[in-house]
């Protein structure tokens, strides 16, 4: 019986390793690849994936913005945004030309000038204020959702500068390799995955002396569908 567990168990650890190396992706080689050719296979990746999840953090004169989006080629997106120095926060949700926006007491009084903004409070409270991409106060979120107009206007910045291979590093608990860009005083590092497809992971760089950064997570996955219920959200055309 001793042996027959033994046996057993040398079985069960045999299968749980082939299991676990099964599910492992398998390394691309790109580490061994130019800076260059490291730079467009993530630029091809990034410029070609339906949708992605980007968390970004950004410093500027007034602080921090950060932004947590789910978004897609379609304009679909479901994500947050919070402002620096108090400005508050907002959850944003849009699903074709529909948009929803959760905004807090901050970030309300941040946008829109008092005492228009207390009144604006005081209706919306804990609700979602919905209108359309066609609405003046929203259009600002109808490209912010658009996965194509972000992989127009940032993935063409990865193809500028001088290019240097750095270290390899992991990026939530993905491997990948380092590769710098340098133009003028102002420096981008890519962090390019050495497994599975060799995507972008991370950007982050200091650019007019603002640092950034930017994580890339969940390519191809679907923008969650749900939307506010018409009882949770208040129409636009409501403020005044």
């Known amino acids: 019986m001793a ?6 168990a040398a079985l069960a650890a045999g299968c ?8 492992a992706p398998a390394g691309n080689g790109i580490e061994d690849e130019s800076p260059r050719a490291i730079v467009d296979k993530a630029r091809t990746e990034l410029t070609q994936a339906r949708s992605v999840h980007m968390v970004a953090h950004a410093d500027g004169e007034k602080g921090a913005t950060t932004l947590d ?9 479901a994500g947050s945004v919070s402002l620096p120095r108090g400005g508050g926060r907002a959850e944003i949700v849009k699903r074709g030309q529909d948009i929803w926006v959760k905004p807090d007491g901050a970030f309300l009084r941040s946008q829109v000038p008092a005492p228009a903004a207390d009144g604006a409070a005081a209706l919306i409270g804990d609700r979602w204020l919905h209108g359309t991409s066609d609405n003046v106060l929203l259009r600002k979120l109808t490209d912010v959702c658009d996965l194509k107009d972000f992989q127009r206007a940032y993935a063409s910045r990865l193809t500028t500068g001088q290019l240097r291979k750095g270290a390899l590093a992991t990026v939530g608990g ?3 390799v380092t590769v710098t860009g340098t133009r003028g005083g102002d420096t981008a590092t890519f962090y390019v995955a050495t497994a599975g497809e060799p995507r972008l992971l991370r950007l982050e760089g200091r ?10 997570l969940e390519y191809g996955a679907p923008v969650p569908a749900r939307t506010p219920p018409p009882g949770q959200s ?3 055309s409501e403020l005044r």
């Open 174 to 176: 993905t491997p990948a």
């Open 16 to 23: 749980s390793a082939a299991l676990l190396t099964g599910l």
């Open 69 to 77: 989006l789910r978004f897609d080629v379609d304009g679909n997106c």
């Open 3 to 8: 042996r027959f567990r033994k046996a057993a």
């Open 207 to 216: 650019e007019d002396g603002r640092s950034a950064r930017a994580d890339f």
């Open 234 to 236: 208040v129409d636009i």
